[in-house]
Protein backbone atom coordinates (compact mmCIF):
# COMPACT_ATOMS: atom_id res chain seq x y z
CA UNK A 1 0.00 0.00 0.00
CA UNK A 2 1.84 3.37 -0.94
CA UNK A 3 1.97 5.51 1.64
CA UNK A 4 -0.07 8.29 2.41
CA UNK A 5 0.63 11.92 0.91
CA UNK A 6 0.36 15.47 2.83
CA UNK A 7 1.15 18.28 0.20
CA UNK A 8 1.70 21.91 1.38
CA UNK A 9 1.14 24.94 -1.03
CA UNK A 10 2.46 28.59 -0.11
CA UNK A 11 4.22 31.48 0.07
CA UNK A 12 6.92 31.61 2.69
CA UNK A 13 5.23 31.20 5.41
CA UNK A 14 5.03 27.46 4.38
CA UNK A 15 8.43 27.54 2.76
CA UNK A 16 10.03 28.77 6.54
CA UNK A 17 8.42 25.96 7.99
CA UNK A 18 11.09 23.68 7.28
CA UNK A 19 13.73 25.75 9.51
CA UNK A 20 14.69 24.32 12.52
CA UNK A 21 16.20 26.62 14.42
CA UNK A 22 12.14 28.30 14.37
CA UNK A 23 10.49 24.81 15.20
CA UNK A 24 9.34 24.84 11.87
CA UNK A 25 5.60 23.69 11.72
CA UNK A 26 6.10 21.80 8.60
CA UNK A 27 8.81 19.53 10.48
CA UNK A 28 6.58 19.16 13.36
CA UNK A 29 4.10 17.88 10.70
CA UNK A 30 6.62 15.62 9.55
CA UNK A 31 7.52 14.42 12.93
CA UNK A 32 4.08 13.73 13.80
CA UNK A 33 3.32 12.24 10.79
CA UNK A 34 6.95 9.41 10.69
CA UNK A 35 5.81 6.32 9.14
CA UNK A 36 2.60 7.91 8.29
CA UNK A 37 2.83 9.64 5.69
CA UNK A 38 5.01 11.39 3.18
CA UNK A 39 4.84 15.37 4.06
CA UNK A 40 5.74 17.67 0.91
CA UNK A 41 6.50 21.35 1.55
CA UNK A 42 6.06 23.14 -1.83
CA UNK A 43 6.44 26.57 -0.28
CA UNK A 44 7.57 29.67 -2.28
CA UNK A 45 8.99 32.69 -0.76
CA UNK A 46 7.65 36.38 -2.24
CA UNK A 47 5.56 33.92 -4.23
CA UNK A 48 1.47 35.34 -4.67
CA UNK A 49 -1.55 33.14 -5.95
CA UNK A 50 -0.92 34.59 -9.26
CA UNK A 51 2.38 33.46 -9.83
CA UNK A 52 1.39 29.78 -7.69
CA UNK A 53 -1.98 29.71 -10.20
CA UNK A 54 0.66 29.85 -13.17
CA UNK A 55 3.11 27.03 -11.04
CA UNK A 56 0.58 24.53 -10.24
CA UNK A 57 0.25 22.60 -13.19
CA UNK A 58 4.50 21.99 -12.99
CA UNK A 59 3.92 21.29 -9.01
CA UNK A 60 0.78 19.45 -8.22
CA UNK A 61 0.84 16.01 -7.12
CA UNK A 62 -2.26 13.24 -8.21
CA UNK A 63 -3.99 11.44 -5.20
CA UNK A 64 -2.59 13.43 -2.40
CA UNK A 65 -4.56 12.52 0.69
CA UNK A 66 -4.32 16.09 2.53
CA UNK A 67 -3.33 19.56 0.63
CA UNK A 68 -3.01 22.71 2.40
CA UNK A 69 -3.20 25.81 0.37
CA UNK A 70 -1.78 28.99 2.51
CA UNK A 71 -1.56 32.55 0.21
CA UNK A 72 -2.01 35.73 0.90
CA UNK A 73 0.40 37.87 2.51
CA UNK A 74 2.07 38.77 -0.37
CA UNK A 75 -1.21 39.58 -2.28
CA UNK A 76 -2.13 42.10 0.09
CA UNK A 77 1.05 43.96 0.02
CA UNK A 78 -0.15 48.06 -0.64
CA UNK A 79 -0.37 48.41 -4.40
CA UNK A 80 1.93 52.08 -3.87
CA UNK A 81 4.90 50.20 -2.90
CA UNK A 82 5.31 46.83 -3.53
CA UNK A 83 5.00 44.86 -6.79
CA UNK A 84 3.78 41.67 -5.01
CA UNK A 85 0.25 43.71 -4.56
CA UNK A 86 -2.65 41.68 -5.84
CA UNK A 87 -6.03 42.71 -5.90
CA UNK A 88 -8.89 40.80 -3.37
CA UNK A 89 -10.38 39.87 -6.43
CA UNK A 90 -8.04 38.13 -8.05
CA UNK A 91 -6.77 36.74 -5.41
CA UNK A 92 -9.85 35.18 -5.08
CA UNK A 93 -10.39 33.78 -8.33
CA UNK A 94 -6.88 32.61 -7.88
CA UNK A 95 -7.96 30.59 -4.85
CA UNK A 96 -10.80 29.15 -6.01
CA UNK A 97 -9.01 28.22 -9.70
CA UNK A 98 -6.13 26.29 -7.66
CA UNK A 99 -8.58 24.81 -5.15
CA UNK A 100 -10.45 23.54 -8.68
CA UNK A 101 -7.16 21.57 -9.77
CA UNK A 102 -6.27 20.27 -6.60
CA UNK A 103 -9.66 18.49 -6.25
CA UNK A 104 -9.50 17.07 -9.77
CA UNK A 105 -6.42 15.60 -9.44
CA UNK A 106 -7.20 14.82 -5.77
CA UNK A 107 -10.77 13.80 -5.36
CA UNK A 108 -10.53 12.69 -1.81
CA UNK A 109 -8.12 15.20 -0.68
CA UNK A 110 -8.48 16.77 2.92
CA UNK A 111 -7.80 20.60 1.77
CA UNK A 112 -7.10 22.87 4.72
CA UNK A 113 -7.41 26.54 3.57
CA UNK A 114 -5.52 28.85 5.54
CA UNK A 115 -5.63 32.83 5.56
CA UNK A 116 -2.96 35.09 6.09
CA UNK A 117 -1.73 36.01 9.85
CA UNK A 118 -1.92 39.85 11.33
CA UNK A 119 0.81 41.69 10.29
CA UNK A 120 2.80 43.36 13.60
CA UNK A 121 3.37 47.01 11.73
CA UNK A 122 5.94 48.67 13.59
CA UNK A 123 8.43 45.28 13.65
CA UNK A 124 8.25 44.86 9.94
CA UNK A 125 8.74 48.36 9.64
CA UNK A 126 11.87 48.08 11.47
CA UNK A 127 13.10 45.62 9.12
CA UNK A 128 13.00 46.28 6.02
CA UNK A 129 14.30 49.90 7.83
CA UNK A 130 16.98 47.86 8.69
CA UNK A 131 17.21 45.77 5.78
CA UNK A 132 16.87 48.11 2.66
CA UNK A 133 18.03 51.46 4.37
CA UNK A 134 14.77 53.41 4.18
CA UNK A 135 10.90 52.62 5.73
CA UNK A 136 9.52 50.55 3.16
CA UNK A 137 6.35 49.77 4.74
CA UNK A 138 4.21 48.11 2.34
CA UNK A 139 2.06 45.71 4.85
CA UNK A 140 -0.77 46.90 7.18
CA UNK A 141 -3.81 44.84 9.19
CA UNK A 142 -6.09 47.53 7.57
CA UNK A 143 -4.70 46.13 3.82
CA UNK A 144 -5.12 42.67 5.00
CA UNK A 145 -8.08 41.95 6.42
CA UNK A 146 -10.42 41.69 3.32
CA UNK A 147 -7.89 39.34 1.82
CA UNK A 148 -8.90 36.89 5.12
CA UNK A 149 -12.34 37.64 4.76
CA UNK A 150 -12.06 36.71 0.36
CA UNK A 151 -9.92 33.69 2.19
CA UNK A 152 -13.03 32.12 4.18
CA UNK A 153 -15.36 33.14 1.60
CA UNK A 154 -13.82 30.87 -0.81
CA UNK A 155 -13.31 27.98 1.56
CA UNK A 156 -16.71 27.72 2.55
CA UNK A 157 -17.91 27.84 -0.98
CA UNK A 158 -15.74 25.32 -2.02
CA UNK A 159 -16.73 22.83 1.11
CA UNK A 160 -12.94 23.26 1.99
CA UNK A 161 -11.56 23.47 5.52
CA UNK A 162 -11.07 26.74 6.65
CA UNK A 163 -8.08 27.09 9.11
CA UNK A 164 -8.39 29.99 10.94
CA UNK A 165 -4.90 31.22 11.39
CA UNK A 166 -5.64 35.27 11.85
CA UNK A 167 -8.22 34.64 13.97
CA UNK A 168 -5.88 32.09 16.08
CA UNK A 169 -2.93 34.83 15.98
CA UNK A 170 -5.11 37.59 16.99
CA UNK A 171 -6.46 36.26 20.29
CA UNK A 172 -2.99 35.36 21.25
CA UNK A 173 -2.52 36.05 24.51
CA UNK A 174 0.18 37.49 24.38
CA UNK A 175 -0.92 39.60 21.42
CA UNK A 176 0.06 38.64 17.99
CA UNK A 177 3.53 40.19 17.45
CA UNK A 178 5.10 37.71 20.05
CA UNK A 179 4.57 35.27 17.21
CA UNK A 180 6.02 36.63 14.94
CA UNK A 181 10.30 37.42 14.19
CA UNK A 182 10.39 39.99 11.89
CA UNK A 183 6.90 41.17 12.05
CA UNK A 184 5.65 39.07 9.07
CA UNK A 185 7.19 35.83 8.93
CA UNK A 186 6.59 32.77 12.70
CA UNK A 187 9.19 32.49 15.30
CA UNK A 188 9.38 29.16 17.26
CA UNK A 189 6.04 30.13 19.00
CA UNK A 190 3.98 30.96 15.81
CA UNK A 191 5.65 27.32 14.19
CA UNK A 192 4.02 26.12 17.68
CA UNK A 193 0.51 27.63 17.43
CA UNK A 194 0.61 26.83 13.46
CA UNK A 195 1.44 23.50 14.24
CA UNK A 196 -1.04 22.88 17.07
CA UNK A 197 -3.83 24.67 14.79
CA UNK A 198 -3.32 22.19 12.05
CA UNK A 199 -2.79 18.97 13.78
CA UNK A 200 -5.99 19.29 15.98
CA UNK A 201 -8.08 20.16 12.59
CA UNK A 202 -6.55 16.83 11.34
CA UNK A 203 -6.95 14.89 14.27
CA UNK A 204 -10.53 15.58 13.73
CA UNK A 205 -11.15 15.29 10.07
CA UNK A 206 -8.12 12.75 9.12
CA UNK A 207 -8.01 10.38 12.43
CA UNK A 208 -5.19 8.56 10.77
CA UNK A 209 -2.94 11.54 11.77
CA UNK A 210 -3.75 10.99 15.24
CA UNK A 211 -0.68 10.32 17.51
CA UNK A 212 -1.56 6.59 18.28
CA UNK A 213 -2.75 5.92 14.80
CA UNK A 214 -1.46 2.85 12.99
CA UNK A 215 1.65 3.06 11.20
CA UNK A 216 2.38 1.70 7.82
CA UNK A 217 4.32 -0.88 8.02
CA UNK A 218 4.35 -3.20 11.65
CA UNK A 219 6.95 -2.23 14.58
CA UNK A 220 10.07 -4.22 14.04
CA UNK A 221 8.91 -6.40 17.00
CA UNK A 222 6.22 -7.77 15.32
CA UNK A 223 7.78 -8.87 12.21
CA UNK A 224 9.52 -12.25 11.76
CA UNK A 225 13.24 -11.32 11.84
CA UNK A 226 14.13 -14.67 10.14
CA UNK A 227 11.21 -14.87 7.57
CA UNK A 228 10.63 -11.03 7.17
CA UNK A 229 8.80 -11.76 3.57
CA UNK A 230 6.55 -14.37 4.76
Request: proline share 6%; glycine share 4%; aromatic share 8%.
Amino acid sequence: MPRRRVWLFGDSLTQFGNVVEERGWVLQLQERLTRRADVLNYGFSGYTTRVARALLPRVLPRNADIATLWFGANDAADKERSAQHVPVDEYRANLVAMLKEIRALSPLALIVVMPPPPVDEVAWEAFTRETFGASALDRSNKLLLPYVRACKEVAEETNSVFLDVHSAFVSHEGGHPALLSDGLHLNSLGNDKVAELLAATLRERAPWTADDAALDFPEWREVDLAQPAA
